[in-house]
Structures are given as structure tokens and as C-alpha cells.
């Protein structure tokens, strides 16, 4: 797996859209309460199940790919020249 050096925020800009993606989907805001690695875990599933994204080998659905997936599927989405990608 290669490292991002801005792996961390592209995490975060990944969950924003994520979550928004969420929204229009028709499903509501998490609550605060949640914490980040289920946040991250909803996110892949939805992603997932409406076919953004290819869904991980089972043996290795777990946060850390979890996360790489979503920073991979948000550097896709960003313009090549955003500040976030270099």
C-alpha cells in the first residue's frame, strides 16, 4: 500500500464527500457520538453497496484498507492539479 503523504487530510475530505453522498441518499447526519472508525466503516459500505467503489477481500476488510480505500476513490474524484494531491 503506498502512503500519501496527505493521506489524513484526504481521509477527511473523503468522509465530507462521503458523507454527503450519504445525505442524498436519503440517509441522515451521524451523530457526533459515533466514533471515527465506524464513521469510516459507513462510509465504505454505502460506497460500496451503491457501487462507487470496489468492495475489499474479505480477510482484509478491516480500518486501515478501509481508510486507503476511500483516499483512493477521493484522489479519483479531485482535480489533478488540487493542492491535496501533490
Not at 454527503?20 to 441522515?28: D, E, T, W
Not at 460506497?47 to 462507487?52: M, N, W
Request: overall charge positive; proline content about 3%.
Amino acid at each position: 500500500m503506498k502512503k500519501n503523504k496527505n493521506e489524513a487530510k484526504l481521509l477527511k475530505k473523503a468522509l465530507e464527500l462521503g458523507f454527503a453522498f450519504a445525505k442524498k441518499q436519503g440517509f441522515s447526519d451521524l451523530d457526533r457520538s459515533v466514533g471515527s472508525t465506524d464513521r469510516v466503516e459507513c462510509i465504505y459500505r454505502l460506497l460500496v453497496e451503491c457501487k462507487q467503489i470496489t468492495p475489499l477481500a474479505v480477510d482484509q476488510e478491516d480500518g486501515v484498507h478501509m481508510k486507503h480505500k476511500l483516499v483512493l476513490w477521493i484522489s479519483r474524484l479531485l482535480p489533478p492539479d488540487h493542492e491535496l494531491l501533490n
